[in-house]
């Protein structure tokens, strides 16, 4: 039976919208508290990668976030986006300098014990962007990495450079698109739903979703409107692992390599064109 991993990256990008960016709060509620429920009732521990720099500036709505995840038995682990740090413009790691670098391990996963009261085992990279002075710093903190994303340029490693390092890595399970010469990962906002269910019920795939997954923008602006289409999706996922077809993991079981084996012609079709509306006409949210 194919294997699913949930992982959900926890961020906010917008000081004046932490509920929304964090909590993914909505007129219906925050939806970060509905997925955690969710899982926790089908007994399934999902990774959550929160961003811990740059958390002072909303203290009490991580505060809350980090309640509901630890009530519903989920897993916590650590993300960072170097935009959220005081006075650092870039958005990658592997665009800084390993001092700068160095700097950001220290502040998140100080802000770490400080709100979980434990050290992290795992790190994703915000935007996946990494390098092997990150890999440096992974293998100082004992950390595993969930940032290896294959085909993306941000990712200057390569999984030798782990074994080298020393560094654990769970790679991020992605889909190639044969027309576009592109890798995607299978994520809730990316790919429609017809080819979430069709790989889910085909791979072993790592799962992605966000904490405002399902909150709808408006332009660049992320509102409380409740995105239907993603609900649609998710609640696709859920069926599929109530009906038993589909085996949810923990990441400590979730070992290898784990590669799709490929992808049909319907579904690269429905992709290219999904993604096309979608980025060039703003056709579809
Ligand atoms: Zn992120």
């Known amino acids: ?17 932490p509920e929304n960016w964090l909590l993914g709060r909505t007129v219906d509620g925050s939806w970060l508290e509905w997925v955690a429920r969710e899982l926790q009732k089908r007994r399934i521990e999902g ?7 740059g958390c002072e500036k ?3 709505t991580l505060d809350r976030v980090l309640d509901i995840l630890t009530e519903c ?7 960072i986006h170097p935009s959220n740090a005081q006075q650092c413009q870039k958005k990658r790691l592997n665009e800084l300098s390993q001092e ?10 100080e802000n770490y014990i400080r709100f979980i009261g434990k050290e992290p085992h795992c790190f994703r990279a915000g935007a996946y962007g990494l390098n092997r002075q990150t ?23 390569t999984l030798p450079d782990y074994t080298e390092f020393q560094v654990a890595v769970w790679p991020i399970t992605t889909l190639f698109l044969p027309f576009l010469h592109k890798h995607v990962k299978h994520d809730l906002n990316i790919l429609p739903r ?21 909150n709808r923008f408006q332009g660049r602006v992320l509102t409380s409107e409740v995105n239907q289409r993603v609900v649609r999706r998710m609640n696709t996922i859920l069926r599929a692992i109530d009906e038993g077809v589909v085996s949810p993991v923990r990441l400590d079981d ?3 390599y784990l590669q799709t084996t490929g992808i049909s012609l319907f579904d690269a079709c429905t992709t290219v064109l999904y993604c096309f509306l979608r980025s060039h006409l703003g056709l579809l949210e």
Request: charged share 20%; hydrophobic share 45%.
């Open 58 to 60: 909303w203290p009490k």
């Open 73 to 79: 038995g989920q897993r916590v682990e650590l993300h």
């Open 100 to 109: 700068w670098q160095a700097t950001l391990f220290a502040e998140a996963i």
């Open 254 to 256: 979730f070992t290898g």
């Open 1 to 17: 039976m194919p294997r699913l991993l949930f992982t959900c990256d926890v961020e906010c990008h917008d000081p004046r919208r």
């Open 135 to 157: 890999l440096a710093l992974l293998s100082e903190y004992k950390l595993a990495d969930s940032s290896y994303y294959p085909g993306k340029p941000q990712v200057e490693v």
């Open 194 to 214: 017809s080819v979430l269910a069709n790989q889910i019920l085909a791979n072993d795939v790592m799962f992605f979703l966000h904490s405002f997954s399902f």
């Open 47 to 53: 990774v959550f990668f929160v961003d811990f720099i």
